[in-house]
């Protein structure tokens, strides 16, 4: 089995600063993407930013220059560190990772619970 826990989120006003981290646990072979989405209320999920086992990363037009994605291979983690914020920014961050486990040995795609953060004006 595979888990993805996020931590990090929050409450912040506008213009701070938050770090989402998101640790891969469980029977895992190898990870490739791994990735941030997130869902206001009312809207769809969207990618936020995602980052290749390469360290390769790419990020929406709305976080660019403000977010920035990275991760730590030796601890199955990804991190997001969120700066600027704005209340648009307002949602439940959930992590994604495309992980082959030990049992099927495919790649699979897995979710976190997600974490709220919450940017007031």
């Known amino acids: 089995q595979v888990q993805l826990v996020e931590s990090g989120g929050g409450w912040v006003q506008a213009g701070g600063s938050l770090r989402l981290s998101c640790a891969a646990s469980g029977s895992i072979v190898s990870i490739n993407t791994m990735a941030w989405y997130r869902q206001a209320p009312g809207k769809q999920r969207e990618l936020v930013a995602s980052i290749t086992n390469g360290g390769n990363s790419n990020y929406a037009d709305s976080v660019k220059g403000r977010f920035t994605i990275s991760r730590d291979n030796a601890k199955n983690t990804v991190y997001l560190q969120m700066n600027s914020l704005k209340p648009e920014d307002t949602a439940v961050y959930y992590c994604?990772?495309?992980?082959?486990?030990?049992?099927?040995?495919?790649?699979?795609?897995?979710w976190g619970r997600g974490t709220q953060v919450t940017v007031s004006s």
């Open positions: 994604n990772a495309n992980i082959r486990d030990s049992i099927s040995f495919r790649f699979l795609d897995y």
